[in-house]
């Protein structure tokens, strides 16, 4: 696990907090504006995720579809992502940084040629969203020779095999994804996520991160409340950054909603899981 | 070599299965249906019986009379045109929702491009009482209006996709991302031997029957296999029906016909195999039509069923091997095929069979000496009848 990925987890872990990752579309609604989305958000985040745009995302809602299309139609290019990523890691020295891309636009560049340039660019982690376990060793492989954490995707629909597999060749942290979403209000709901997540830890994955559906507070702490090591938010950071362009949503009020967000990863009372281990051994 | 599958799934390194985790217990779940229908003497019944009965198995070959009369060549024509459902769609779309009732599904989804996909499967639905719902782009359903009004009347609900290019393409984007929500009860019945395994192999052997048939008429009609095998390639459906048959008969020439459009080098064509690259679209790696950071480029053809920037993956396998070639058709040619065989031979085609048509004429004027050729004519040109009437100015005198 990169070095970032790994002191983030660990410091939370001792805090007794679980990490509120926001996620944006490279680019979007165009390069020059992104800089400074990406500043406003790396403010209030223990890690980014960050989407690299391309023509047919079959895994985003019509949300991020529709971002990456207007990143695209301003004209993001792969190297113009890569550019926003060194930016941001040169005023953010510890920041963990994810990317998630399409299998595309990996192999267009040559799988190793595409994690060196993310590795040069700073980038922590990449997820490819297209390519499940069961053709993820290529990329896996390519992944850490250029020092870079491959991560997967855990589904709800995921058998045993694919766990394991997720497990051996995932690092930096899990992208987990759950069958009902994670409301704090459904005990039920919060618990098969519990269990899930437990599975997960069963098989020494990296640490698990929530990352569907979460658009609330109540969400963020219903997540780490079942367990979780962080979360990602994307559609709701999203559709909030265009209210900000749009000038439907002021700045600070930006900014107080996104610390209500992370101030939620501040698990409570029992639902903390003491020694809860966030550093994959 | 009964298939040129390398490994399940693989066709040399091309293919795969190239979706989010989350579709591939889906995948998985399909593959075993499919593997376990292919052996049940029960279901083959089944689908013989509707194939004969419902869609009008097995179809004619016919040879052409007039089309090339001064050269060396014969011409036979494999009749997809007049299977119900007016294409051969209507093959693996019957197989398909066999298989979605064999699995418990109760819903089935569909993408469409020109329509023909898209009405094969709300026939299926209708007959088979399953609901169905089809995705098609914006910008297809202008095109193919009285396709759009078929489904409907057929009971099919059709979405307009307006995301992206408003075409094919996206039209499967939608299709997917639903599938990622509706898995547990809904069957996604892919049109073309495109996507992720194991849909170009179970497309491939519900359209099989194209090529067995053709193969035992054209031995009973001229004692011998043809010299070529032709047909039309979008994602490549029909192509690799009509080929599977053939390819372990090494002295029959395979011939893709792919969407030259207005010619590979303006940029404004679909031939992905001839001027494509290597790259991964829609769960295969595969060759597709994409800018040099992967963003994969919007493809153009007259025909809006070969309009699509991606291919079969075992279609670029038979072209690397050297076992078939793909060559482009131009817009130009495949609108004079359509009208010759109208006009010599009494049959209006699809504008996507025209391209093979089209090819085959002009084998027809090089050839010196005798040749069979075997068209695949993969479907009807009354969805076109609009279109080209606009193309030609009206009806010429």
Known sequence: MTRRYRECFAALSRSGRGAFIPFTVLGFPDPRSCIGHLELLAAQADALELGMPFSDPVADGPTLQRAGAEALAAGTTVRRGFDLCAGLRRGHPDLPIGLLVYANLVVRRGVDAFYTAAAKAGVDSVLVADVPSEEGEPFAAAARRAGISPVFIAPPNAPGAALERIARLGDGYTYVLTRSGVTGAEQGAGRAVREWLQALARRGAAPPVLGFGISNPEQVAGGIAAGAAGVISGSAVVTRLRELEAGELGISAMQDWLRSMRDATLATGDEVAPGRSCVRQ | ??????????????????????????????????ESARTDTQFQVELNELLRDYAGRPTPLTRCRNLVAQTPARIYLKREDLLHGGAHKTNQVLAQALLAKRMGK???????????????????????????????????????QPNVFRMELLGAEVVAVENGSGTLKDAINEALRDWASSYADTHYLLGTAAGPHPFPTLVREFQRVIGREARAQILECEGRLPDVAVACVGGGSNAIGLFADFIDDESVRLVGAEPGG????????????????????????????????????????????????????????????????????????????????????????????????????????????????????????????????????????
Not at chain 2, 365 to 374: C, D, F, P, S, Y
């Open chain 2, 106 to 144: 109760r819903r089935i989804i569909a993408e469409t491009g020109a329509g023909q996909h898209g009405v094969a499967t709300a026939l299926a639905g209708a007959l088979m009482k399953i609901p169905v719902r089809v995705y098609m782009g914006v910008r297809d359903c202008e095109r193919q």
């Open chain 2, 262 to 397: 207005e010619g590979v080098e303006t940029g404004r064509h679909g031939a992905t195999i001839s001027a494509g690259s290597p790259g991964i679209l829609h769960g295969a790696c595969t060759h597709v039509m994409q800018n040099n950071d992967g963003q994969i480029l919007e493809s153009y053809s007259i025909s809006a069923g070969l309009d699509y920037p991606g291919v079969g993956p075992e279609h670029v396998y038979l072209a690397e091997l050297g076992r078939a070639e793909y060559v482009p058709v131009k817009d130009a040619a495949a609108l004079d095929a359509f009208q010759a065989l109208s006009r010599e031979e009494g049959i209006i085609p699809a504008l996507e069979s025209a391209h093979a048509l089209a090819w085959a004429l002009e084998e027809a004027r090089r050839v010196k000496r005798e040749t069979v050729i075997l068209v695949g004519l993969s479907g009807r040109g009354d969805k076109d009848l609009t279109h080209v009437r606009g193309l030609l100015g009206g009806v010429k005198p």
């Open chain 2, 1 to 34: 070599m009964e298939t040129s599958e390398t490994k399940p799934g693989r066709f040399g390194c091309w293919g795969g299965r190239y979706v989010p985790e989350l579709l591939v217990p889906p995948l998985v779940e399909l593959e075993a249906a499919f």
